[in-house]
């Protein structure tokens, strides 16, 4: 009997371990088909690599749904803990590592104008909003923690989706601006779901309000350090040892490792790991890279971009097959009316949360620019709106988080995830679409670079002023005017302008840079780095 029962469990086993492996060899053939297909819609720019795998993710969730007779959509199940702890680090990693810091840093105060406080007010519209419509249309026992829970998960917008959309080369402006307040604002979303499931929110008071805000404040100032620390240590281990004279690998292998250590850290300690790795990015791109040699400068650089792009599309790929889950749409199934009223007063309520602060926040920014050159016009605010309206695999997780601990069956917790799962679904793919069409009808780009030409070139305050070039003095003509351009940003700064980037400059050459290396502060050594016109890495 015992024999039976021993071989009738190992068999068992063998099948999960059998049925795992399948599941991973059909998973590992989509990412390729993902590729393959982006790489022959690439021609098509209207159509990018994450709408192509969410479109291959619902496909195949069909497919298995017609094969298993309705009983699954998925090859796995969507985890919380693969998305926050495996896949987005190397996204934001790469994000913050390959961004133009001096774009980034120059438009900071609006950066965190949109993340943070348009977060607030986003989260404060879409809440209120649930709290008075929902409790009217009888959807299911719904607590107050769980209508502000809805407000910060759908005030998430989706950073991974706008890298696909925008060009950070074609639009250095709003990319810069929109996926600075994507980062931003994935953090500070996360920050406040974080904050509602603690805090007692049964009696909001000044005190609790004034603790939610010091608690906010805390976690960004911590998370942002603990980033800057993390990129800094790494860089002085790697120009004290110089790993280079032995092995390359060894410095690929620290910063990676260094890197995914920051957002563990700041996971162990309970701040913004979002935050955190990015920052770090940022750091490490700004000294740790300029002291590793030569070839561990390429292959880090193509290292983080690949491991950025493949998760990206496993994220698309996973939510698109994820999103057909026969349980959770089950439960509304018998009121299909309801479930896309419920869809729709949500992605209203996304639209007009975003707009409120978009537009009155756009207004204060320009109060504090004197140029009309540095100001955003209203082209670029209704294509900043537009672009930070994609929600995705951040809402999902949050909604997972919230809604399937108790019970996903339950009639409120199910619409509420449906509802996340259509809003997700249709913005990314609306939204993503018509994103780029809508940049070149406002934003042509004859008129685009015509602007960064005549919009004082000499000016580094200028927002629209290409920060590169790679090329010799070029004269270009403009209204039958001849226009000097710098052929290279170190002669851009040979006359700045006393303004926090040239302040910060003064201070990085003099203590920073001897201390921690970066470009001009590493010793020559045969086969160490050089500063041969690098002129990306700032």
Known sequence: METSFLLAKIN???????????????????LCACIVVGHLLEEYRWMNESITALAI???????????????????????????????????????????KKKQFFRNFMTIMLFGAIGTLISFGIISLGAVHIFQKMNIGPLEMRDYLAIGAILSATDSVC???????DETPLLYSLVFGEGVVNDAASVVLFNAIKSFDITHINSRIALEFMGNFLY??????????????????????????????????????????????????FYLSAILTVFFCGIVMSHYTWHNVTESSR??????????????????FLYVGMDALDIEKWGVVSNSPGKSIKVSSILLGLVLIGRAAFVFPLSFLSNLTRKSKYEKIDLKQQVTIWWAGLMRGAVSMALAYNQ??????????????????????????????????????????????FASTTSSEPSSPKSFTQPLLSNGHDLETHQNGKSILRPSSLRKLLSTPSHTVHHYWRKFDDAFMRPVFGGRGFVPFIPCSPTDQDDHQWL
């Open 57 to 99: 993710g619902l496909c195949t969730g069909v497919v298995i749904l017609l094969t298993t007779q309705g009983k699954s959509s998925r090859l796995m199940v969507f985890s919380e803990d693969l998305f926050f702890i495996y896949l987005l680090p190397p996204i934001i990693f790469n994000a913050g590592f390959q961004v």
């Open 162 to 168: 706008t890298l696909q959309v925008l060009n950070q």
């Open 298 to 315: 390429v292959t880090t650089k193509h290292v983080f971009a690949t491991l950025s792009f493949v998760a990206e599309i496993f994220i």
């Open 403 to 448: 809604f399937t601990r108790s019970d996903a069956k339950l009639r409120g917790n199910a619409f509420m995830i449906t509802s996340t799962i259509t809003v997700v679904l249709f913005s990314t793919v609306v939204f993503g679409l018509l994103t780029k069409p809508l940049v070149r009808i406002l934003l042509p780009s004859t008129k685009y």
């Open 219 to 268: 976690l960004f100032i911590l998370s942002t350090m603990l980033g800057v620390l993390a990129g800094l240590l790494s860089a002085y281990i790697v120009k004290k040892l110089y790993f280079g004279r032995h092995s390359t690998d060894r410095e690929v292998a620290l910063m990676i490792l260094m890197a995914y250590l920051s957002y563990m850290l700041a996971e162990f």
């Open 12 to 30: 068992m086993l063998m099948t999960s371990d059998h049925s795992s492996v399948v599941s991973m060899n059909l998973f590992v053939a989509l």
